[in-house]
């Protein structure tokens, strides 16, 4: 549980408030860059902690972020013409560039020195790895750009897509850390509920082990006289990756297509405001022989329930609450656990109908929060490390650059990180 203090200094982003001073020390993905098709096409509406804003991609190719309304009477940007190196509001006609500098003024008597002491609100921005990431502090603290390793794999191994959720980061972010539920709220088999009562097969022995990102944490079922070992990571503040299995209690990978190839998959969250989160879904290839199969990949993400049919064209997906994710409740008599179809859905369902900020101090947690609790923990304490002045853990890309997660069936008595030592560092 947290104290409605805690619980609020973790979950309020916006300007002015000391979780969103924390956001506001790293690069945050803004949009897909795909949102973006070409130099000088139509500008795009985006709103990052609470902050609206347009994201434009100039004349040579570079994306700018600048505030959605221009400083002159507050006239919407989003209607602006992206014209040659820079983005001109329609209402008075005066332009900027991406570094937020009025290059022109028509408005104005030619001799006027107004252009050059007027400025729109503008974020350095930084593409790679199929995402235009911003960054929305101090320009003293700015650090080097992200590094993860899905951005160095080669565009052919990597699949990067974006859902949108009404609720706040921090139960989409505990939603994915919470390893425990997958075996239970994802179990996608109809029959009988005996499977509840096999506790070693259902619920992981979990390991934390904090790190100067974040943490990686392992968690241990025994399932047909083997371990099956889940090690995830958490880089800070707000993404996670972890191996994928084929089916839930099955083999050690799960292969996209019947190309037995093998990925690690994750989520970069940014809050959009204190209720709603964009999700950046990420998926690569891990073997530098093998690319991806997108149609693989396509079918996996309708599976899950997010493809492109799912999805409204804001990025919310089509099952929502207000069709109640459309469960079914005769599949869940059958013995289907949960009558909502696709895991992705079903993550969505949970932590959107918790309600939009959860009251943390209601809260019971169990032997399986441990995650949960290190992650607030690690938050709070760069909460506190911002406001003092410091560098918070994970700012800096050098702490994460090597990290991967994986998921392997190994037999019992190994120790799992003396076996798998290669497989968690990265090779892109
Ligand atoms: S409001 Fe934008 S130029 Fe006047
Ligand atoms: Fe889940």
Not at 14 to 32: D, E, K, S
Not at 234 to 244: C, E, H, I, L, S
Request: glycine share 10%.
């Amino acid at each position: 549980m947290l104290t409605p203090r805690d619980n609020d200094r973790l979950t309020r982003v916006g300007p002015g408030t000391p979780g969103g001073a924390l956001f506001r020390r790293y690069w945050l993905p803004a949009l897909l860059s795909e949102e973006l098709p070409e130099a000088d096409g139509a500008p795009v509406r985006t709103r990052i902690l609470g902050e609206d804003l347009v994201a434009f991609r100039d004349s040579d190719g570079s994306v700018g972020i600048v505030d959605a309304f221009c400083p002159h009477r507050r006239a919407p940007m989003f209607f602006g013409r992206n014209e040659e190196r820079g983005l001109r509001c329609v209402y008075h006609g005066w332009k900027f560039s991406r570094n937020g500098t009025c290059v022109d003024m028509p408005s104005e008597p030619p001799d006027s020195l107004f252009k050059s002491k007027v400025t729109i609100g503008a974020y350095p921005t930084h593409e790679a790895g199929g995402l235009v990431w911003v960054y929305m502090g101090a320009p003293e603290t700015m650090p080097a750009p992200p590094d993860y390793e899905f951005m160095r794999a080669p565009a052919t191994h990597r699949f990067m897509g974006k859902h949108v959720q009404d609720c706040n980061y921090l139960q989409a972010l505990e939603g994915a850390l919470d390893s425990s539920h997958a075996t239970i709220l994802h179990n996608m088999a109809p029959g009988k509920l005996e499977w509840l009562a096999d506790y070693d097969r259902t619920v992981p022995r979990m390991n934390v082990y904090t790190t100067d990102y974040g943490y990686m944490y392992s968690g241990i079922r025994h399932v047909n006289g083997k371990q099956w070992v889940r090690a995830y990571q958490y880089v800070m503040p707000a993404t996670q990756f972890r191996g994928r299995v084929d089916g839930l209690l099955g083999g050690s990978f799960r292969y996209i297509d019947d190309t037995q190839v093998p990925t690690i998959n994750g989520h970069v969250w940014t809050p959009i405001d204190d209720h709603t989160t964009a999700s950046y879904n990420f998926m690569y290839s891990y073997s530098p022989e093998q690319p991806l199969s997108m149609a693989g990949v396509m079918d996996q993400e309708v599976k899950d329930g997010r493809g492109p049919e799912n999805q409204l064209p804001d990025y919310r997906l089509r099952r929502n609450l207000s069709n109640d994710y459309l469960i079914d409740r005769a599949k869940e008599k059958a013995g289907q656990f949960c009558g909502i179809e696709g895991v992705n859905t079903q993550d969505v369902a949970l932590q959107e109908g918790m309600g939009p900020i959860v009251d943390r101090s209601k809260e019971h947690l169990g032997t399986t929060d441990r995650s949960i609790i290190v992650m607030r923990q690690l938050m709070l304490e760069a909460v506190d490390a911002v406001e003092q002045g410091r560098a918070p853990r994970g700012s800096d890309p050098a702490a994460y650059r090597n990290v991967r997660a994986l998921d392997h069936m190994i037999p019992e008595g190994l120790d799992w990180q003396e076996a798998l030592r290669d497989e968690i560092l990265a090779k892109f």
